[in-house]
C-alpha cells in the first residue's frame, strides 16, 4: 500500500515520516496553513532516501508559479488539479498524480490518480462510493479525511492503491504530529501484514 504524508513543514515530521516507511512526502506550494517555500522543502529533503518521493502539492498554478517550483525544489512527483497539467510545462520524467474531487465521474481517466473531496486539507472525508467505482478502473490514492482510526476502513471499503493523509495527523492546523503520522503509517503497514 502507497501511503503519502502531506503538507510537511518541519524536520520532525519529515524524519518520522520516513523512519515509519512513508512512500512520498507532500509539500504544498499553494496556499494554506501547510504552504512551503520551494527552498525550504528542498533544504529539508537533503537528507531523505531517494526511494522516498518527493511530491510538489499545487492547486491552478500559474506555468511562471509551477517552472519556478519545479525549478528550486526539484520535486520527483507534481500533484495539482487533473485539468491543470494541459497548461503546465511539465518535463520529461516527472511523475504526475492528477487530482480528481468528489462528482469527478468515472470517464477518460489516467492510470495512477489521487481522489479527494471538495476542499484539500479540509479534514473533510471524501465520498468512498465513488472512490471505490474509480479505484477499480485506475490506481487510486485516497485522500481526504483520513487518520489513524479511520484509514482501516478506508481501504478495507475503497480498495485503493495507497492513502495519503495531511489534517489526521496534525496536532494543530498545518502543525504535525511525528507521533500520530508514526501511527497512521503502523495501521496501514498493520493492513498488509494481516494479508
Not at 121 to 134: K, L
Request: aromatic share 6%; glycine share 10%; charged share 30%.
Amino acid at each position: 500500500m502507497f501511503v503519502k504524508i502531506c503538507g510537511l513543514t518541519e524536520k520532525a515530521a519529515i524524519d518520522a515520516a520516513v523512519d515509519a516507511g512513508a512512500d512520498a512526502l507532500g509539500f504544498v506550494f499553494a496556499e494554506s496553513a501547510r504552504e512551503i517555500a520551494p527552498e525550504r522543502a528542498r533544504e529539508l529533503c537533503r537528507d531523505v532516501p531517494d526511494r522516498v518521493i518527493r511530491v510538489a502539492v499545487m492547486r491552478h498554478p500559474t506555468p511562471e508559479r509551477f517552472a519556478d517550483v519545479v525549478a528550486r525544489f526539484a520535486p520527483d512527483w507534481i500533484q495539482t488539479d487533473a485539468e491543470d497539467f494541459g497548461a503546465l510545462p511539465v518535463p520529461a520524467g516527472l511523475g504526475r498524480l492528477p487530482v480528481y474531487r468528489d462528482g469527478a465521474g468515472a470517464g477518460g481517466l489516467p492510470p495512477r490518480l489521487l481522489f479527494e473531496g471538495e476542499l484539500s486539507g479540509s479534514g473533510r472525508t471524501a465520498d468512498w462510493d465513488e472512490a471505490r467505482r474509480i479505484a477499480r478502473q485506475a490506481e487510486l490514492v485516497l485522500a481526504g479525511g483520513l487518520d489513524a482510526d479511520n484509514v482501516a476502513a478506508a481501504i478495507s471499503y475503497v480498495r485503493p492503491f495507497g492513502v495519503d493523509v495531511s489534517s489526521g495527523v496534525e496536532a494543530a492546523r498545518g502543525l504535525k504530529d511525528p507521533a500520530r503520522i508514526r501511527e497512521f503509517v503502523a495501521r496501514v503497514r498493520a493492513l498488509e501484514d494481516d494479508r
